[in-house]
């Protein structure tokens, strides 16, 4: 008697694309900001997430560029602080105060993306369109 071999296993079907991943991947336009923590600037994680993920979904395309044009005006603002660093006492409060807002506003984006809601960031520059 010979021994059987047991049918092959079909592949699992590949879970469809959906909402969910395309939130998830907004929620991560705008928390790849929080890169500029370890000292890289913010733009850069946004920008990856952006330039990777844009074709494939809308909400990514739309996000990606809000969270980059918010990083790209923080990082202005960020620059803008440093000769008042020098200059006066006022620019050490501006950064804290720019640095508060920026990961507040990251918060509140990353809970709207996750919501699949469109977030404008207030006091935003838009460079990208």
Not at 28 to 46: D, K, M, N, R
Not at 61 to 90: K, V, Y
Request: hydrophobic share 50%; aromatic share 8%; with cysteine.
């Amino acid at each position: 008697m010979e021994p059987s071999n047991p049918p092959p296993v079909p592949p699992m079907p590949m879970q469809p694309v959906g909402p969910k991943d395309e939130r998830l991947w907004g929620m991560f336009c705008h928390l790849s900001a929080l890169i500029g923590l370890i000292g890289i600037p913010g733009a850069v994680g946004p920008l990856v997430i952006w330039l990777v993920k844009r074709e494939e979904y809308g909400l990514v395309n739309d996000q990606g560029r809000e969270s980059l044009n918010f990083q790209l005006t923080m990082l202005i603002g960020f620059l803008l602080c440093i000769p008042l660093i020098f200059a006066c006492g006022i620019g050490v409060a501006l950064l804290v105060v720019l640095s508060i807002l920026n990961l507040v506003f990251i918060i509140i984006a990353t809970i709207k993306a996750n919501e699949g809601v469109a977030y404008r960031y207030p006091l935003c520059i838009r460079f990208i369109r």
